[in-house]
């Protein structure tokens, strides 16, 4: 597509696609899009006669996107490269990719979200399983229920045993009313 010129320029069988009346002095560039090829931007170069524009293969990507206890997430937003795929019913969907390492950005619900690259080769399913990832939220008290401004919170582990020395998921002071909040709190 050549974008001062308007509509698209179809590529004839031997790969050549011809454009006059250009003008060197422009700064246009091309966007060449080809079906199951991943999408090129061009700046021409018009003292070569013939310009070679080299476009990547895109190969069938399957997903499926699941909860921690492994139930299927249906209508989960995933992002693959620049396109935005919705999973169906059963967690489940398919996208054009390339044959290498794709980062994937599903977000599922609010407290749902996760950044997963996966190498993409041959016709495997890829899970990914998502855990919540929210706001956790507390205050400190004494024995009269009165707050206590000041105090350090740790977050750790389940049955992680205290280790002062350990570097914990999380940590925060409460505030004059004895509030703490950790966002991006994950379940375990």
Known sequence: TPPRFGG??????????AFAGRDDRSQDEFA??????????????????????LLRRLWPLKVRVL???????????????????VTDADGKL??????????LRPVCRQDLDHLT????????????????????????????????????VVARRENEDFDARAVPLAQTTTDAQGHFRFDSFSAD
């Open 8 to 17: 698209d320029v179809i590529v004839k069988a031997d790969g050549v696609a």
């Open 94 to 103: 398919e996208a054009l990719a390339p044959h290498d390492e794709v980062v």
């Open 117 to 152: 690259p996966v190498q993409h080769a041959g016709d495997q399913v890829h899970e990914i399983r998502l855990r919540p990832n929210g706001t956790f939220v507390g205050q400190v008290v004494d024995k009269k229920a009165r707050p206590i401004a000041s105090v350090r």
């Open 32 to 53: 060449v899009v080809a079906a199951g090829y991943e999408p090129s931007g061009v700046r021409p170069d018009f003292a070569k006669r013939i310009q070679r524009v």
């Open 67 to 85: 909860d921690l206890e492994g139930k299927p997430l249906a209508s989960c937003h995933v992002r693959v490269g620049r396109d935005e795929h």
